[in-house]
């Protein structure tokens, strides 16, 4: 069974303060991994797709990257309006196995 | 280009009612989901529709049931409600299925049954 586990569950950060949000997957075959914002109240943005291990994205202050069993979301210098749920979704290869499964997502907090 | 639009926003609804919930996709996205999200299950699938004809479907009882329209649009129905049916109810429309094309999701619909 294809399994997505993000880590940590909450993150709290003082602005400014770098850090990487983890999310780790088992798939038979990677079609493609999704990172998504959600504010409260409000439905998941999507943010990046990673197709391949080595693969990275970036925007703003995020950068997405991806190797065989993992993808970190990484934030530089973060800023209040940052703050949000960051979810992770895997797309796996195969007939009838193309439905993503979402990771339980990383709370951000982040101070000023 | 707007967005995916889902209404009503909000609903509260008593046990035992039955409800209907909306969803427009982008124009030109022809795959749409839908997913129940709370606090303790996260996003859970429950089903998924293209070109009117219902393609997967989550694990989730024959109360939750679904349609496409030609048009792309779609509706979720969900009858006998219960308590643990309280949710925000997300679609989400992505250009067509098993791409690896993305999936943009509403704002979803709150429901609250009491």
């Known amino acids: 069974e294809d399994q997505v586990t993000q880590s940590p569950e909450a993150l709290r950060l003082q602005e400014g303060e770098s850090s990487s949000l983890n999310c780790s997957y088992t798939?038979?075959?990677?079609?493609?991994l999704f990172w998504y914002r959600q504010d409260p109240g409000k439905g998941p943005e999507f943010l990046f797709t990673?197709?391949?291990a080595g693969e990275e994205k970036e925007k703003e202050r995020l950068k997405a990257t991806l190797t065989k069993k993992e993808s970190f979301l990484h934030i530089t210098a973060p800023k209040p309006e940052d703050s949000a749920t960051y979810l992770c979704?895997?797309?796996?290869?195969?007939?009838?196995?193309?439905?993503?499964?979402f990771g339980r997502g990383t709370s951000l907090i982040v101070h000023p | 280009k707007a967005g995916v639009t889902q209404t009503p926003r909000y609903l509260i609804k008593t046990r035992g009612q039955q409800v209907t919930l909306s969803c427009s996709p982008i124009?030109?996205?022809?795959?749409v989901s839908w997913y129940q999200q709370t606090p303790g299950q996260g996003l859970q699938f429950l089903f998924e529709?293209?070109?009117?004809?219902?393609?997967n479907k989550g694990n989730f009882p024959g109360r939750f049931s679904g349609r496409q329209f030609s048009n792309s649009r779609s509706e979720m129905n969900v009858s006998t409600l219960e308590l643990g049916d309280s949710a925000l109810y997300l679609c989400?429309?992505?250009?067509?299925?098993?791409?690896?094309?993305?999936?943009?999701f509403g704002n979803g619909t709150r429901l609250t049954v009491t």
């Open positions: 529709y293209f070109s009117e004809t219902q393609r």
């Open positions: 124009s030109g996205h022809r795959s």
């Open positions: 798939v038979s075959g990677l079609r493609g």
């Open positions: 990673l197709y391949s």
């Open positions: 979704a895997v797309q796996a290869l195969g007939e009838g196995s193309y439905i993503p499964t």
């Open positions: 989400a429309s992505s250009l067509a299925t098993g791409s690896g094309s993305p999936l943009h």
